[in-house]
């Protein structure tokens, strides 16, 4: 009977640290989803900065039907609203150098930072 002792103590572990390993997952999920969707919005902008200039308007409607989830989960996190989407991205982005914004008058884009003739 004592040489089954070790055995259970291994899968009391192994046991203890899947569950540990799915709690966390379950607390940060919230926030992966939130980074996800922060960086495919990022990935969506970069992209149609590389093609031409454009304004809050439209970076807007580049964003607007972007959703992500998580592998082997149900849960799903999108842009219900684009434009408090872009007034949350396009402040970090400015601080990250990711983009510039240029003022003409009343008109303002944006564009690719390396894109700025120096």
Do not use: C, H
């Amino acid at each position: 009977m004592l040489e089954y002792i070790p055995y259970i103590l291994l899968f009391a572990f192994a046991t203890m640290i899947i569950y540990g390993w799915g709690l966390y997952k379950s607390v940060n999920r919230n926030r992966d989803l939130g980074n996800m969707l922060a960086a495919k919005g990022i990935s969506k902008i970069k992209k149609a900065l590389k093609k031409n200039n454009l304004t809050k308007k439209e970076l807007e409607e580049v964003v607007k039907n972007i959703s992500v989830s998580q592998p082997f989960s149900k849960d799903r996190l999108g842009v219900i609203n684009p434009k408090d989407f872009i007034n949350s991205l396009i402040p970090y982005m400015i601080k990250q150098k990711i983009i510039v914004e240029n003022k003409k008058g009343n008109n303002i884009t944006y564009s690719l930072y390396k894109n700025i003739k120096k």
